[in-house]
Nanobody
Framework: QVELVESGGGSVQAGGSLRLSCTAS?????MGWFRQAAGKQREGVAS????????YYGDSVKGRFTISLDNAKNTLYLQMNSLKPEDTAVYYC??????????????????WGQGTQVTVSL
């Protein structure tokens, strides 16, 4: 099972930026991020499907967030720009060992880390 450890969360004012990092024991076919705000359902944020090196983004973050990875460091990143208060949530690094691109596109992860809090204030 892939082990994932997130870092980089914190507090920022609206309009600011943060970069989350995730160190993985290994990369697998589908890597990504989801978030969960207090009292809300889990929401897919971004994913990277190694087959075709395709990226997917949730509608609410398109154009503001960017997923990237460093193979040499086994590290996944989430660059978050133009942050809004509604981006406040616990962010989880996640993975799924699947060759099904559809699962990655719909953020159907099977493994995730402990999460890191992101708080955006006005």
């Amino acid at each position: 099972q892939v082990e994932l450890v997130e870092s980089g969360g914190g507090s920022v004012q609206a309009g600011g930026s943060l970069r989350l990092s995730c160190t993985a024991s290994e990369f697998t076919y589908c890597m990504g991020w989801f978030r969960q705000a207090a009292g809300k359902q889990r929401e897919g944020v971004a994913s990277f499907f190694f087959t075709g090196r395709t990226t997917y983004y949730g509608d609410s973050v398109k154009g503001r967030f960017t997923i990237s990875l460093d193979n040499a460091k086994n590290t996944l990143y989430l660059q978050m720009n133009s942050l809004k208060p509604e981006d406040t949530a616990v962010y989880y690094c996640a993975a799924r060992r699947t060759t099904d691109g559809g699962s990655c596109r719909t953020f159907a992860f099977s493994t995730w880390g402990q999460g890191t809090q992101v708080t955006v204030s006005l």
